[in-house]
């Protein structure tokens, strides 16, 4: 079964590495965070209410810091780049499904 708990298991490495995203703990749950580094400021902020919108957002965050790192933000992903991150997702998201 999905929780939060296994999502920010899976995703903990990830989170750590990718200077631009953040999950805190609010009082109303759960909220992911999205840094500018040239502005200095939060330009996004989520609110993560359910597990699915967690992993969902989570996937959503590490497609973008993956392609980030793959093309230093100068050229789209090439057809095999795409097809190589497709699969990396598709495997966190079935490690969080995972019953553990």
Known sequence: ??????ILQVFDD???QDPLY??????????????EPNREEW????????P????DALIDAYSSYVEEQITNGERDLNEQ???E???RCQELRE???QNK
Not at 1 to 6: E, P, Q, T
Not at 25 to 30: F, M, W
Not at 43 to 50: A, G, I, K, P
């Open 1 to 6: 079964m999905l929780s939060f708990d296994r």
């Open 14 to 16: 990830i989170l750590r």
């Open 22 to 35: 953040e999950v805190v703990s609010t009082s109303h749950g759960y909220t992911l965070l999205g840094w």
């Open 43 to 50: 330009y996004s902020v989520l609110l993560l209410d359910t």
């Open 52 to 55: 699915e919108v967690m992993l």
């Open 81 to 83: 780049e795409i097809q």
């Open 85 to 87: 991150l497709e699969a």
């Open 95 to 97: 490690k969080c499904l």
